[in-house]
């Protein structure tokens, strides 16, 4: 059995890792946020130190690793917000702990490097949560499509359109999400799963264009080495193609390959706990891997429409 930490307990993903990290048969023994909504810990967990100052947190996991081996913390999930991620895994490594990080695993590229330094000298390795690459239907894509291209090498490109619409109320330009500098803004916040999808499927970016770009709403096309693609963010709710009244889902997801809808429906619900079983058996996805969605996000973002 391993032991884990946690940072930013009282957020929205949090859940996700503490219900993956019980279902792999694991324990959680300790959590840091500065918010102290952080009840949710015993729907999972009944015996965790919780510590509203991360210096405390970060004095009690170097207090573990050198006690008793049985109590030490093997990894550390990191759910805090985006401009502190490379922070908060630095500070995992240095404590003898491998990482697990949420999306994105830095806003700015050159962090990357600086992580792996860090992971070269502790020794320690860092995750990241790519969860759609782990979902079936986009692994049985993957497989169609690699199948496809040895049986045509020539074929022309294919034809996709992206569309993930969500609508977000006045909070959230107003909380650390709505701004750039921390979130990496809306086609890194919300975006980087699915470019990290779409390079994953389709390959390297070739030529990219920004017809939008606000704080709100983006599109722009996208050339990959094996597909065209046009994609639409926002969390606007007047983009939606319907009206959704209070208790409706106010999300709309569209994915489309040659006019075919890819479908996304279901399979979702337990993709961090596959991320976990993944990570434990040493398949993790690391820098390198985070590496092509995050330059590219990086480069929309510089873009002028």
Same mark, same amino acid.
């Given at each position: ?11 929205? *993903? ?22 102290? @909504?952080?009840?949710? #810990?015993?729907?999972?967990? #009944? ?23 049985? %109590?030490? !913390? +093997? ?19 240095? @404590?003898?702990?491998?990482? *697990? ?20 000298? /502790?020794?320690?390795? !860092? ?34 359109? #992206?569309?993930?619409? /969500? ?21 890194? %916040? *919300? ?20 017809? !939008?770009? /606000? ?10 080495? +094996? ?5 639409? #963010? ?14 409706? /889902?106010?999300?709309?997801? @569209? ?16 993709? +961090? ?9 040493? %398949? ?12 590219? !996000? +990086? ?7």
């Amino acid at each position: 059995m391993k032991n884990f930490a946690l940072i930013g307990a009282a957020g929205y *993903i949090a859940p996700r890792h503490m219900q993956a990290i019980k279902e792999t048969g694991h324990r959680l023994v300790a959590v840091a946020d500065p918010a102290d @909504s952080v009840g949710v #810990l015993d729907r999972y967990f #009944l015996d965790v130190r919780y510590f509203p100052e991360i210096e405390r947190f970060d004095r009690h996991l170097e207090k573990l690793r050198h006690g008793p081996e049985e %109590n030490k !913390v +093997h990894f550390v999930s990191i759910c805090s917000p985006n401009y502190l991620h490379d922070a908060h895994v630095r500070l995992a490594l240095r @404590s003898g702990c491998n990482a *697990i990080c949420e999306k994105p695993l830095v806003i700015n590229p050159w962090n990357l490097d600086q992580l792996a330094q860090v992971e070269r000298e /502790t020794g320690n390795k !860092v995750n990241t949560i790519m969860q759609l690459r782990l979902h079936p239907t986009v692994i049985a894509l993957k497989e169609k499509l690699i199948a496809e291209r040895t049986r045509q090498p020539d074929a022309p490109k294919k034809k996709v359109s #992206l569309e993930y619409l /969500t609508g977000r109320g006045p909070w959230y330009q107003q909380s650390w999400k709505g701004r750039e500098e921390r979130s990496g803004g809306l086609v890194t %916040n *919300i975006g980087i799963h699915f470019f990290d999808m779409l390079l994953w499927l389709f390959g390297e970016p070739e030529q990219m264009n920004v017809t !939008v770009l /606000t704080p709100t709403n983006a599109r722009g096309t996208l050339s990959l080495k +094996h597909a065209d693609v046009t994609w639409h #963010l926002s969390v606007d709710f007047g983009q939606l193609p319907f009206a959704a009244a209070p208790g409706q /889902t106010t999300t709309y997801r @569209s994915i489309t390959i040659d006019g075919e809808a890819l479908d996304f429906t279901g399979g979702f619900t337990d993709l +961090h706990t596959r991320s976990y079983e993944e990570i434990l058996n040493g %398949n993790g996805f690391g820098i390198d891997d985070a590496r092509p969605a995050i330059e590219l !996000v +990086h480069r929309i973002r510089q873009s002028q429409p």
